[in-house]
């Protein structure tokens, strides 16, 4: 997960092309320092120096301010994740059914 800033009037830009970007999972525009939060999948902690050269050229006006590493994930969309990143279960998303059910009753 990496924390950024970029001025405001570059900000459409540098999410455009950070949403191009393989390795990036969602990124967000938000208020505060960090007005960019950017969560990314790496194969390896060797490719982090890599992936922030590769977004330091294609996005000019973006500074990464921070980050945060997770080495492991042990559930993903609902689905348990063994050490190989392989689903062994499932966790029933139940915030996004009841959503569901809350848009349809305000039809």
Same mark, same amino acid.
């Given at each position: 997960?990496?924390? *950024?800033? *970029?001025? *405001?009037?570059?900000?459409?830009?540098? $999410?455009?092309?950070?949403?191009?970007?393989?390795?990036?999972?969602?990124?967000?525009? $938000?208020?505060?320092?960090?007005? #960019?939060?950017?969560?990314?999948?790496?194969?390896?902690?060797?490719? #982090?120096?890599?992936?922030? *050269?590769?977004?330091?050229?294609?996005?000019?006006?973006?500074?990464?301010?921070?980050?945060?590493?997770?080495?492991? $994930?042990?559930?993903?969309?609902?689905?348990?994740?063994?050490?190989?990143?392989?689903?062994?279960?499932?966790?029933?998303?139940?915030?996004?059914?009841? $959503?569901?059910?809350?848009?349809?009753?305000?039809?």
């Amino acid at each position: 997960m990496y924390f *950024a800033s *970029a001025p *405001a009037r570059y900000l459409r830009e540098a $999410t455009r092309v950070l949403a191009g970007m393989r390795e990036v999972r969602s990124c967000s525009i $938000t208020a505060g320092p960090h007005n #960019v939060v950017i969560d990314v999948w790496l194969r390896a902690m060797s490719d #982090v120096h890599g992936f922030e *050269a590769h977004v330091a050229r294609q996005v000019p006006h973006l500074a990464i301010d921070d980050r945060s590493v997770v080495l492991r $994930t042990v559930k993903h969309m609902g689905r348990l994740l063994d050490r190989d990143g392989r689903c062994v279960g499932v966790v029933p998303l139940r915030q996004v059914q009841e $959503t569901r059910r809350v848009a349809d009753d305000e039809d």
